[in-house]
T-cell receptor
Framework: DQQVKQNSPSLSVQEGRISILNCDYT??????FLWYKKYPAEGPTFLIS?????DKNEDGRFTVFLNKSAKHLSLHIVPSQPGDSAVYFC???????????FGTGTRLTIIP | GAGVSQSPSNKVTEKGKDVELRCDPI?????LYWYRQSLGQGLEFLIY????????KSGLPSDRFSAERTGGSVSTLTIQRTQQEDSAVYLC?????????????FGNGTRLTVT
């Protein structure tokens, strides 16, 4: 039972354009969402998060949008840079439950 | 300061042998997690330690898997009688307080290959 789904295994975007990575979840108890970025042979690193009381959180070139009614969130990266090429994981947690549930990841490739 | 350290970085073992994977969390972090990533899959939760509380073992796939955390710091994940399906990257992470909102800091993982 995949509670966090990233339906696009890969995405290619031209340098300078906007990258949009999508994530869907099924568990209505999830109230905190995070994005992690992973380079080959390294562990994931935290990128940005959002609480369910918000619908948008912005940090520099990265913005996360949350649509609770659709159980959908997205990560926007603008402008995209070659160093953004990595695998991006969406993760979710529910209050009182300390473990994060991760999606299967989306491999983003930025084309110079 | 130092991040989460895992050893070994790579481990090749024969089917049926036991393996031990080690994790040194960030100093002062009370929460420690083990996840694994199989080829083409997401990160699968295995076990969670928080302070002196009983660990959450709900993600361990079988009784061949066990983990301990000594002195609230270093953790060891043990896999007995390894099987080929145990091949994966095993990731350890720590966080300041273990609440879901606290970002996890991951190590670089141990790539386990069972032949």
């Amino acid at each position: 039972d995949q509670q966090v789904k990233q339906n696009s295994p890969s995405l290619s975007v031209q340098e300078g354009r906007i990258s949009i990575l999508n994530c869907d979840y099924t568990n209505s108890m999830f109230d905190y969402f995070l994005w992690y970025k992973k380079y080959p042979a390294e562990g994931p690193t935290f990128l940005i998060s959002i609480s369910s009381i918000k619908d948008k959180n912005e940090d520099g070139r990265f913005t996360v949008f949350l649509n609770k009614s659709a159980k959908h969130l997205s990560l926007h990266i603008v402008p995209s840079q070659p160093g953004d090429s990595a695998v991006y994981f969406c993760a979710a947690s529910a209050s009182g439950n300390e473990k994060l549930t991760f999606g299967t990841g989306t491999r983003l490739t930025i084309i110079p | 300061g130092a991040g989460v350290s895992q050893s070994p970085s790579n481990k090749v073992t024969e089917k049926g042998k036991d393996v031990e994977l080690r994790c040194d969390p960030i100093s002062g972090h009370t929460a420690l997690y083990w996840y694994r990533q199989s080829l083409g899959q997401g990160l699968e939760f295995l076990i969670y330690f928080q302070g002196n509380s009983a660990p959450d073992k709900s993600g361990l796939p079988s009784d061949r898997f066990s983990a301990e955390r000594t002195g609230g710091s270093v953790s060891t994940l043990t896999i007995q009688r390894t099987q080929q399906e145990d091949s994966a990257v095993y990731l350890c992470a720590s966080s300041t307080d273990g609440y879901g909102a606290s970002p996890l800091h991951f190590g670089n993982g141990t790539r386990l290959t069972v032949t």
